[in-house]
Nanobody, 126 residues
Framework: VQLQASGGGLVQTGGSLRLSCAAS????????MAWFRQAPGKEREFVSV????????IYADSVKGRFTISRDRAKNTVYLEMNSLKPEDTAVYYC????????????????????WGQGTLVTVSS
């Protein structure tokens, strides 16, 4: 499985960006697809996940109401629409997936994901 993330860039506070994560190879139609991020000097943290089987979504409290995750089954692509961006959103954003389904309660944990994209940098200027 290969994941190709794109869409990062430089934006001012309050601006918007849309990240894309295109999956290829032997992907699972029932595996969750998630976004994580890592800011300089900080641990990687969960941002959002979509359960591609149920359509259920989960968001970190820090992005709830501002970010929206969605998927396009035909394109095997997941998107992260980011609005009202803040300087603290500055980070490298990674998409991730795994080889099969997993319980909802585990979908926010980085350790359950088998495959990771290369990351795309989002910089929000103040």
């Amino acid at each position: 499985v290969q994941l190709q993330a794109s869409g990062g860039g430089l934006v001012q506070t309050g601006g918007s960006l849309r990240l894309s994560c295109a999956a290829s190879g032997r992907t699972s139609s029932s595996a969750p697809m998630a976004w994580f991020r890592q800011a300089p000097g900080k641990e990687r943290e969960f941002v959002s996940v979509i359960d591609t089987w149920t359509g259920n979504t989960i968001y970190a409290d820090s992005v709830k109401g501002r970010f929206t995750i969605s998927r396009d089954r035909a394109k095997n692509t997941v998107y992260l629409e980011m609005n009202s961006l803040k300087p603290e959103d500055t980070a490298v954003y990674y998409c991730a997936t795994r080889s099969g389904r997993i319980v909802t309660s585990s979908q926010t944990q980085a350790g359950v994901y088998d495959y990771w994209g290369q990351g795309t940098l989002v910089t929000v200027s103040s």
